[in-house]
């Protein structure tokens, strides 16, 4: 059974800068071959796919975080991450970590992702 468990989430200013960071546990191999992806969700809202990673490296984004908003990963350390530069108010939400057991990604929808999620990291950025 794979667990994820996101960290790095905290409180900070429009404009500032947070490291999302999601480690995999039972199975080695989870982000080497997997399709890894961080997605969000705000009071109120549904939840939303921030940005997906295949097991190529190939990546992809929601048009609200492009360019500001890089995820990665470290194949070694079985991890994810999500570099988040820019940030704004709306950007406040809980995020989410996913593995989707596919080489590649079917997309960035949360529906695509059915295998395992992480317990979420709180974002909240103040104006």
């Known amino acids: 059974q794979v667990q994820l468990v996101e960290s790095g989430g905290g409180s900070v200013q429009a404009g500032g800068s947070l490291r999302l960071s999601c480690a995999a546990f039972?199975?080695?191999?989870?982000?080497?071959?997997?399709?890894m992806g961080w997605f969000r969700q705000a009071p109120g809202k549904e939840r939303e796919g921030v940005a997906a990673?295949?097991?190529?490296?190939?990546?992809a984004y929601a048009d609200s975080v492009k360019g500001r908003f890089t995820i990665s990963k470290d194949n070694a350390k079985n991890s994810l991450y999500l570099q988040m530069n820019s940030l704004k108010p709306e950007d406040t939400a809980m995020y989410y970590c996913?593995?989707?057991?596919?080489?590649?990604?079917?997309?960035?929808?949360?529906?695509?992702?059915?295998?395992?999620w992480g317990q979420g990291t709180q974002v909240t950025v103040s104006s």
């Open positions: 996913a593995a989707e057991l596919l080489s590649q990604c079917p997309s960035i929808r949360p529906s695509s992702f059915s295998n395992y």
């Open positions: 990673i295949d097991s190529n490296g190939n990546t």
């Open positions: 039972g199975y080695t191999y989870t982000v080497s071959a997997a399709c």
